[in-house]
């Protein structure tokens, strides 16, 4: 069984500030990672996955995210954050046998001006 | 490319009664899933079919919830006798046949449910 789990519920950043959010996962077979955004009241929207390939992955809007098999981390980052990024972000994680993903309790981005 | 589909979007019912929820998955997509996620939680799987296969089911999925999908196109979820821990987002997806390396799922925007 995969699990991933995301470290700090809230971030808080000013506009143009580096957005850093944490997750580490668990999983006892290789890993597909993946981060999606949710804005109020909408679904999940895919931002970017580690499928083994490169290990620096980038996404839309100008995030990335780097998969650390030696810390069993893919912490999401984005140089400048902007006001339209205040939203709530999960990581989740699935497996070559197993097709669901499990996801973290989310991390919800303010961002001031 | 239309994304998943799912209505209604909200839905107020009173307990003890039953609700359904439909899912339209992207055109060709064989695997569907059902997802539910609570105010401040991520989302939790619930079940997931591949094409009219339901292939797995949470424990989370009490004998009150059932899912079909009879066609293996769109699909619905069921829950009689509603209680207020229903309460929740319903959230449908579906992913592409054929890749296996990490299939990209695509979430359909969500049913709220509110039981009072």
């Known amino acids: 069984a995969q699990s991933v789990t995301q470290l700090g519920s809230h971030v808080s950043v000013s506009e143009g500030a580096l957005v850093l959010l944490r997750c580490n996962y668990s999983?006892?077979?290789?890993?597909?990672l993946f981060w999606y955004v949710q804005y109020p009241n909408q679904g999940l929207q895919l931002l970017l996955k580690?499928?083994?390939?490169?290990?620096l992955v980038k996404g839309i809007n100008g995030f990335e995210a780097e998969f650390k098999k030696s810390e069993t981390s893919f912490h999401l980052t984005k140089p400048s954050a902007h006001m339209s990024d205040a939203a709530e972000y999960f990581c989740?994680?699935?497996?070559?046998?197993?097709?669901?993903?499990?996801f973290g309790a989310g991390t919800t981005v303010t961002v001031r001006a | 490319d239309t994304g998943v589909s799912q209505n209604p979007r909200h839905k107020i019912t009173k307990r003890g009664q039953n609700v359904t929820f439909r899912c339209d998955p992207i055109?060709?997509?064989?695997?569907l899933y059902w997802y539910r996620q609570t105010l401040g939680q991520g989302p939790e799987f619930l079940t997931y079919f591949q094409n009219e296969a339901q292939l797995e089911k949470s424990r989370l999925l009490s004998d009150r919830f059932s899912a079909e999908r009879p066609k293996g196109s769109f699909s619905t979820l069921e829950i009689q006798r509603t209680e207020q821990g229903d309460s929740a987002m319903y959230l449908c997806a579906s992913s592409a046949p054929g890749q296996t390396l990490g299939n990209t799922i695509y979430f359909g925007e969500g049913s709220w449910l509110t039981v009072v």
């Open positions: 989740a994680v699935s497996s070559s046998n197993d097709y669901k993903l499990s």
């Open positions: 999983s006892s077979v290789p890993p597909y």
């Open positions: 580690y499928t083994s390939a490169a290990t």
């Open positions: 055109s060709e997509h064989n695997r």
